[in-house]
């Protein structure tokens, strides 16, 4: 409670003191711009030459414009301030801008959602209509293999080496080894035939 109540009197003792500035530079600014008005008035004869006058009367306007663009920056110096001090110290104002910054970012991301979501409907209706296709044509009707085995399979039929090695291999499985009746036996010397014609 006594830092809030510390925090409260600075503040309000920064504001009376910008106030202050603010009509210390306003008053300076209407003053110094009726001096000059005034001086550009012509009076009469004077014991003052008239040379002298205006040349004094020169150096015055130079002094109060100076006077006019001293009080002019301190006024821009007093906005910069200000702004600063509303930064710094506007809480609900903070608050409020974090407030509409979160439902932005939360509309963004719902409407992100309801794309991805119809997106993915779509990607599902689509992959359904594929399998149907799939399934229902003629190339794969007597196989009930999943997609990826039947590409697979058909992969490796489509392969020339590994089709001719596998049909080779099944032909000498089928055939067996030669039998020794169909193919008997030469011998040079000819007592074979002669044994078989005694027979």
Known sequence: MATQRVHSQSKESLLQNYNKRLKDDISSILDNFTEIIKTAKIEDETQVA????????HY?????AANIVRAGESLM??????KQFLILNDFPSVN???SLQNQHL???????????????????????????????????????????EAYRQRDSWASPGSSCSSTQGDREDVDGPPSQETNPPHHLNG?????????
Do not use: F, N
């Open 60 to 64: 015055e306007m130079h002094v109060r």
């Open 191 to 199: 007592h074979g035939t002669a044994s078989i014609e005694k027979q």
């Open 106 to 148: 939360r509309s963004l991301q719902e409407e992100c959602d309801k794309k991805l979501t119809s997106l993915r409907d779509e990607i599902a209706i689509d992959l359904y209509e594929l399998e149907e296709e799939y399934y229902s044509s003629s190339q794969w009707e007597s196989t009930d293999l999943p997609l990826c």
């Open 50 to 57: 008239r040379a002298t006058q205006a040349e004094q009367d």
């Open 77 to 82: 110096k007093l906005v910069s301030d200000l």
């Open 96 to 98: 409020d801008a974090i």
